[in-house]
């Protein structure tokens, strides 16, 4: 039987998943409670941390409670048990469950929060809605005697460098003549002295994480066979992620907005507020923008984008009228739903996610998704014909 990972063990993978550096600087991501030392064997996911959540995880007996929404999201200065969030904090770390927050940094990941609301539209060909602005990245170009450049490499690859998407000790090498004098108090690899010398040498590039630039550099000057290295650091320019907040994909044929509306509320879990739509009902859509959780401000990426309508929640009176008098009664339209109900699809992916990437490092859990409704509006009356229309 595979042994248990720890809390500490778990944020790992976690924090690998959905980097929290990807989160809005606003946002409150990560271990909220708990010991990282303690074992996980049963992990409750769910949207929201709310009491009935809490006590959810306790019956189960989970170790650990991962949640999108974060229990501590604007200061607080107690956790009063008297107080609801101070209830949920003393009701956790008294059955030893921990809690752990994955926010926007979920929202923006690939796949992430609005992948899987695409997914159970029926959506493909996803690219994001609003792309994230790619990671600061530097190249590495170093001079080196020819035998010496797979050790080098070697050494800068476990320093974080020359990685490009799912691949690994990427470079790039030619060949060419270095020349140098060594000069008096030099200690030359190669050479002597005063003397003029000319080595086969290699051209090797990689990129790195900027980030890494410190690391990367000190495994350089640690590797490299010469005293004094020749190298250049050049810094590359940014582009697009190919992650970022909402996505925008195509039906497998289109369908009037009426038809889509009703695949939306198939395809999601049933809330008290139901689902909204706004436009011709007849009108045919067929590129689709979606963002989980709370999209208005969105709506102007939706237009630029081509798409024929917009999927989110928490649509505000005043932006959802002036983009829908911006669009001059054309796409995109409008399909409001309920906030809960637009991320929930996310939980049984992340599940998953989770899983495997435990499994890899030889650990194993059980993962359970919440079934229970946390969305706070709980009955629905439909309106009767008035005397506005």
Not at 66 to 78: D, F, N, Q, Y
Not at 121 to 142: F, H, N, Q
Not at 347 to 353: S, W
Request: glycine share 10%.
């Amino acid at each position: 039987m595979s042994p248990a990972p720890t809390v500490a063990d778990v944020v790992a993978v976690l924090e690998r998943l959905y980097p929290p550096r990807w989160a809005a600087d606003w946002d409150r991501v990560g271990l909220v409670c708990g010991d990282p030392r303690a074992p996980v064997e049963r992990i409750l996911l769910a949207v929201d941390p709310t009491a009935d959540v809490a006590a959810e995880a306790v019956a189960a007996g989970a170790d650990l409670l991962l949640v999108h929404h974060p229990l501590l999201l604007r200061g607080v200065h107690s956790v009063a048990a008297d107080t609801p969030k101070g209830r949920v904090v003393h009701d956790l770390v008294r059955a030893g469950c921990a809690l752990y927050a994955a926010h926007t940094n979920a929202d923006s990941a690939r796949p992430g929060v609005s992948d899987a609301l695409a997914r159970v539209l029926g959506l493909t060909d996803l690219v994001p809605l609003s792309a994230a602005p790619s990671e600061p990245t530097d190249k590495l170009v170093v001079f080196l005697p020819r035998e010496g450049a797979g050790a080098l490499l070697d050494a800068l690859a476990a320093a974080g460098a020359g990685g490009v998407g799912q691949y690994e000790r990427v470079a790039w090498t030619t060949s060419g003549t270095g020349t140098f004098v060594p000069g008096p108090g030099a200690d030359p690899a190669v050479g002597e002295v005063g003397r003029r010398e000319q080595v086969a040498e290699e051209r090797l590039e990689v990129v790195l994480p900027r980030a890494r630039r410190e690391a990367v550099l000190a495994a350089l000057r640690a590797a490299h066979p010469f005293e004094e290295p020749a190298f250049d650091v050049l810094e590359l320019a940014p582009w697009s992620a190919p992650r970022g907040l909402g996505r925008v994909g195509v039906l497998e044929r289109p369908v009037s907005l009426r038809a889509f509306a009703q695949v939306v509320a198939d395809a999601l879990p049933a809330t008290a507020g139901g689902v909204r739509a706004s436009g011709d009902p007849d009108a045919l859509v067929e590129r689709v923008a979606v963002c989980g959780g709370a999209g208005d401000g969105l709506l102007g990426a939706a237009r630029a984008s081509g798409a024929d309508v917009l999927v989110t929640a928490d649509l505000r009176h005043h932006p959802a009228s002036e983009a829908r008098e911006a669009a001059g009664g054309g796409p995109p339209y409008l399909v409001d739903v309920a906030h809960w109900a637009s991320e929930w699809p996310w939980l049984n992916g992340a599940a998953e996610r989770l899983s495997a990437a435990l499994a890899e490092r030889g650990a194993s859990v059980t993962t359970t998704v919440s079934q229970r409704r946390t969305d706070p509006w709980t009955f629905h009356v439909a309106s009767t014909e008035g005397p506005v229309r």
